[in-house]
């Protein structure tokens, strides 16, 4: 599945490549101030096709072996790359963040936008670390949730409203 999502992102990102990085787009911002709205038929896809792409690749953002893999292939040297990923920060805002299922990409795709990590996550070993802190936090988030709940739950059920000594 992975494959297959990693060739739609390569197609897509070509596409975006042909509305994002051309000069008569960056020449327009800078004299404009504002970004151009691309219709479908330039884009080359719908706007429902266009969501679902961008959705998905922001979710393959959590995990940090593809990013290394995007970063081993040198995506990251491309500024058209880096410019459609600061275009990717709409993804935070909570209409669209609503519909994301892992919300830790988010932080992945805020880290990306700092040179020094796309540098650091090419090494595998600083990717897999990650990946394996990533795991210890989800085996163990369930579980430290509902003991502080418990927790919660004992302390405020017995307090008085005295002080404690």
Request: proline letters at 4%.
């Given at each position: 599945?992975?494959?297959?999502n990693i060739s739609c992102v390569k197609i897509y990102w070509k596409q975006c490549i042909f509305v994002f990085?051309?000069?008569?787009?960056?020449?327009?911002?800078?004299?404009?101030?504002?970004?151009?709205?691309?219709?479908?038929?330039?884009?080359?896809?719908?706007?429902?096709?266009?969501?679902?792409?961008?959705?998905?690749?922001?979710?393959?953002?959590?995990?940090?072996?593809?990013?290394?893999?995007?970063?081993?292939?040198?995506?990251?040297?491309?500024?058209?790359?880096?410019?459609?990923?600061?275009?990717?920060?709409?993804?935070?805002?909570?209409?669209y963040a609503s519909h994301i299922t892992y919300p830790h990409c988010l932080f992945f795709l805020d880290r990306?936008?700092?040179?020094?990590?796309?540098?650091?996550?090419?090494?595998?070993?600083?990717?897999?670390?990650?990946?394996?802190?990533?795991?210890?936090?989800?085996?163990?988030?369930?579980?430290?949730?509902?003991?502080?709940?418990?927790?919660?739950?004992?302390?405020?059920?017995?307090?008085?409203?005295?002080?404690?000594?």
């Amino acid at each position: 599945y992975v494959l297959d999502n990693i060739s739609c992102v390569k197609i897509y990102w070509k596409q975006c490549i042909f509305v994002f990085g051309t000069t008569a787009c960056r020449a327009q911002i800078m004299s404009t101030g504002a970004r151009r709205v691309w219709t479908d038929e330039e884009v080359g896809i719908s706007g429902h096709e266009r969501f679902a792409l961008e959705l998905e690749f922001v979710q393959c953002l959590a995990n940090p072996l593809y990013i290394n893999w995007l970063a081993t292939k040198q995506y990251f040297d491309n500024p058209s790359f880096i410019n459609y990923l600061k275009y990717l920060q709409y993804w935070k805002q909570p209409a669209y963040a609503s519909h994301i299922t892992y919300p830790h990409c988010l932080f992945f795709l805020d880290r990306l936008q700092d040179p020094e990590f796309r540098v650091a996550i090419k090494d595998f070993s600083y990717a897999e670390h990650i990946r394996q802190a990533q795991e210890t936090f989800f085996r163990n988030f369930h579980s430290n949730r509902v003991a502080d709940a418990v927790g919660a739950v004992q302390g405020t059920a017995g307090d008085t409203g005295s002080p404690k000594p």
